[in-house]
């Protein structure tokens, strides 16, 4: 018997971890990506990729999800988005990475950038 998928923790790892990139084709089902988007110079564009929604320039996240870690154009979002597996070992690899960096923030918040290990 196949184990079902797993559920996504609706956690926003992926969105502020990994690269979102989004087609023409995305654009065209979800008008906002265009108007949000970087349109990637042609030497660099595939048939998949066309447009960058992260990382941008003073972006820490997806522009797409909001504060609670939603994505806001969640029904029409990019392929790759769709085609992330939750669960999956880029998804735990997402979290692990997320975590780090929110360990690494908060440990700067209260003064201390040393790590594990060090006195």
């Given amino acids: 018997m196949e184990k079902p998928a797993p559920a996504c923790r609706h956690c926003g790892a992926c969105?502020?971890?990994f690269p979102v990139f989004a087609s023409d084709a995305d654009a065209e089902r979800e008008p906002r990506i265009r108007a949000e988007a970087l349109e990637l110079k042609p030497w660099l564009r595939t048939e998949r990729w066309t447009r960058q929604l992260f990382p941008l320039p003073f972006h820490e996240r997806c522009c797409f999800l909001d504060a609670a870690d939603r994505c806001t154009i969640h029904p029409t979002r990019p392929a790759v988005c769709q085609e992330f597996e939750p669960g999956g070992d880029p998804c735990v690899e997402a979290r692990r990475r997320d975590a780090a960096t929110r360990d690494h923030e908060g440990r700067e918040e209260r003064g201390?950038?040393?790590t594990h290990g060090e006195t």
């Fill in 15 to 17: 969105c502020r971890t």
């Fill in 112 to 114: 201390s950038t040393k």
